[in-house]
């Protein structure tokens, strides 16, 4: 499966063992769809056309930044995952996406 899965045992304090179960994003949103449609910013009022256009622009920014500062496409790739994580938390209306976006490809660069 494409799906990356791992099982972590770990012990509770009554010695009982616990199952932790870590999943990639792709399997997180096929199990609980209506996070994609119940964002932050959708909850501010921000309609779902004018978020996918702020997260694409915010995306280019990105790679248009790394592309000039030289950066590897991992490290850009990794600053727009950094991008998208943020917004799956906080409303754009909060953060400006130009802002973000800087700031997601700076952490990036230290990450990678």
């Known amino acids: 499966s494409a799906d990356i899965q791992r099982i972590v045992e770990s012990e ?3 010695g ?3 199952r932790l179960e870590i999943l990639d994003d792709a399997t ?3 199990r609980q769809p209506d996070l994609l449609r119940n964002t932050p910013s959708r909850k501010d009022g921000i309609d779902e056309l004018t978020e996918n256009l702020l997260r694409v622009y915010g995306c280019e920014l990105i790679q248009e930044a790394g592309i000039l500062l030289r950066m590897n496409q991992t490290a850009m790739a ?3 995952i ?3 994580r943020f917004y799956f938390r906080v409303s754009m209306k909060k953060c400006d996406v130009r ?3 800087k700031a ?3 952490l990036a660069s230290k990450v990678e």
């Open 104 to 106: 997601a490809l700076f």
């Open 16 to 18: 009982q063992p616990q």
């Open 78 to 80: 990794t600053g727009q």
């Open 12 to 14: 509770s304090m009554a």
């Open 82 to 84: 950094i991008f998208h």
């Open 99 to 101: 802002a973000v976006a």
């Open 28 to 30: 997180v949103f096929e």
